[in-house]
């Protein structure tokens, strides 16, 4: 998509969001003097504010896409911020700033060959690899805080390509990452209640930890369990997936090579009475009974070809249910793997609140036997040494016992009901994708049938014109 705004005397660049799928852009030869109003056009490949009045080169931010830039003769100044700023543009190929100040700024193609290196022409001259990596090596200083930014950049970009594909991983194989599921439940808390925090104060976690990191461990390698038989019962999807489509493929192909044949030995039979050609036409050996003949083989010819396609229907309708029952068992066996790890999962769980139970119900005995001691004239208060303010609020939770019992049940609740969640959520997209394939392939059965009947029909409809012309030609002799 082009748009040439150019010769328009514009001063700001407006209006032009909606064209979301715009490639090229003409705005040279007007009187703008700042870049501004391209953000929404992020498809936009080649650009030209030539001839106008820039002085600064920005706003380009979301035009990452750029492989062609025209800025020649502007008012652009200060060479070191324009090439830090293009530098950003890994496609950027052509680039034209002849005719701004910066041209005559000492080092000028050296600095923009060095911090845009992908250019292929710089006002209009060829880029040559030994010009590149020549400017790189006489600024590798100025260079290097750049390189570094760009392999961070490269870092993440390379670190959240792969969590995407892992997150694509889990979710095709329709179950929890082990190494997210545990953080995700244990993170959450009833309203207004913190029990994490509480168990992050040192003085807690220390008496809590052989509690909490075995349970840990035993979760993520459940979890892990899980994830495992999940993704080789995909393994098995996929095998019978494709084992289904190469039957199908050679069904289609037998069907087609029979059809064919059928269709060539009618063909064999016109061809002898109509010769092929455009101007052939009847000559002194015409028989009209010849012509007859040739219908009655065409009505045969159809009724073959039909014939053909229910027997095929019949052929596709079984090769489908064999594959049905096939992906309805690994449905089956998948429905059941999640409910039986998740009801493990769950199992470990309420383990973990009744530890934790008895952990707090004796350290809340121990606290009250201290207390006790004390009013009696025994012992002294504990020394908890030091004591941040935000684990002086996390230990308030701890004050009342009997609220305490009832935030720590509601917690174990909230983990329970997210696990059902969990649970439910992977057995209803099992449910669903087994719908959506079975229906996908009876909508592509449907097609086919229609596609090769309306095809059956239009050939003998052909033919018959062919018939009558060359009827009515002899007839007219």
């Keep these: 998509v082009q748009l040439h705004v150019d010769n328009n005397s514009i001063e700001k660049i407006e209006n032009l969001g909606h064209l979301k799928h715009l490639k090229w852009l003409d705005l040279?030869?007007?009187?703008?003097?700042?870049?501004?109003?391209?953000?929404?056009?992020?498809?936009l490949e080649d650009l030209s504010l030539h001839a106008n009045k820039i002085s600064v080169v920005e706003g380009l931010d979301a035009n990452t896409k750029l492989t062609c830039l025209s800025l020649g003769r502007n008012c652009i100044d200060g060479l070191d911020d324009v090439a830090k700023y293009l530098h950003r543009f890994k496609d950027l190929r052509m680039l034209t700033l002849a005719g701004n100040k910066?041209?005559?700024?000492?080092?000028?193609?050296?600095?923009?060959?060095?911090?845009?290196?992908?250019?292929?022409?710089?006002?209009?001259r060829a880029?040559?690899?030994?010009?590149?990596?020549?400017?790189?090596?006489?600024?590798?200083?100025?260079?290097?805080?750049?390189?570094?930014?760009?392999?961070k950049e490269e870092e993440a970009a390379n670190a959240a390509r792969v969590a995407s594909e892992e997150a694509a991983d889990y979710e095709e194989a329709n179950c929890p990452d082990e190494r997210r599921i545990h953080s995700d439940i244990m993170s959450l808390e009833p309203d207004g209640r913190n029990v994490g925090a509480l168990l992050d104060v040192d003085?807690?976690?220390?008496?809590?930890?052989?509690?909490?990191?075995?349970?840990?461990?035993?979760?993520?390698?459940?979890?892990?369990?899980?994830?495992?038989?999940?993704?080789?019962?995909?393994?098995?999807?996929?095998?019978?997936?494709?084992?289904?489509?190469?039957?199908?493929?050679?069904?289609?192909?037998?069907?087609?090579?029979a059809g064919m044949e059928a269709i060539r030995n009618f063909e064999k039979k016109l061809n002898k009475v109509i010769p092929l050609g455009i101007r052939a036409r009847p000559d002194e050996k015409y028989d009209e009974r010849d012509v007859e003949q040739l219908r009655r083989a065409l009505q045969e010819l159809r009724s073959t070809l039909l014939e053909m396609e229910a027997d095929q229907q019949?052929?596709?309708?079984?090769?489908?249910?064999?594959?049905?029952?096939?992906?309805?068992?690994?449905?089956?066996?998948?429905?059941?793997?999640?409910?039986?790890?998740?009801?493990?999962?769950r199992g470990l769980e309420k383990s973990m609140?009744?530890?934790?139970?008895?952990?707090?119900?004796?350290?809340?005995?121990?606290k009250q036997r201290q207390q006790q001691d004390m009013a009696e004239g025994y012992g002294a208060a504990p020394q908890e040494g030091h004591t941040r303010d935000k684990d002086k609020q996390a230990m308030a939770l701890m004050d009342n016992r009997e609220e305490f019992t009832k935030v720590l049940l509601e917690w174990h609740e909230l983990h329970t009901k997210k696990l059902d969640e969990r649970e439910e959520l992977h057995k209803r997209r099992e449910e669903e994708g087994f719908k959506a394939l079975q229906e996908k392939n009876k909508q592509?059965?449907?097609?086919?049938?229609?596609?090769?009947?309306?095809?059956?029909?239009?050939?003998v409809k052909r033919r018959s014109e062919q018939l009558d012309r060359w009827e009515s030609w002899g007839e007219n002799m």
């Design 203 to 257: 003085t807690v976690r220390e008496r809590v930890k052989d509690v909490l990191d075995p349970h840990q461990e035993r979760f993520t390698a459940k979890a892990k369990d899980l994830a495992d038989r999940m993704k080789e019962i995909r393994k098995l999807k996929r095998s019978d997936i494709d084992d289904y489509n190469r039957t199908l493929s050679r069904a289609k192909a037998a069907a087609d090579l």
């Design 353 to 366: 609140f009744q530890d934790l139970s008895r952990k707090f119900d004796a350290w809340h005995d121990e």
């Design 102 to 124: 910066i041209e005559q700024q000492a080092h000028y193609r050296q600095r923009l060959l060095g911090y845009v290196r992908r250019l292929r022409f710089l006002d209009s």
């Design 444 to 459: 592509a059965e449907h097609e086919r049938n229609r596609w090769r009947v309306c095809e059956v029909a239009e050939y």
């Design 28 to 43: 040279s030869f007007n009187r703008i003097t700042a870049i501004s109003g391209l953000e929404g056009l992020t498809e």
């Design 314 to 345: 019949d052929a596709y309708e079984a090769l489908n249910k064999a594959f049905e029952d096939a992906m309805e068992k690994h449905k089956a066996e998948a429905v059941e793997t999640l409910s039986s790890n998740f009801e493990e999962l």
């Design 127 to 151: 880029v040559f690899e030994a010009e590149v990596a020549k400017a790189k090596d006489d600024l590798k200083e100025h260079l290097l805080p750049v390189d570094e930014a760009d392999r």
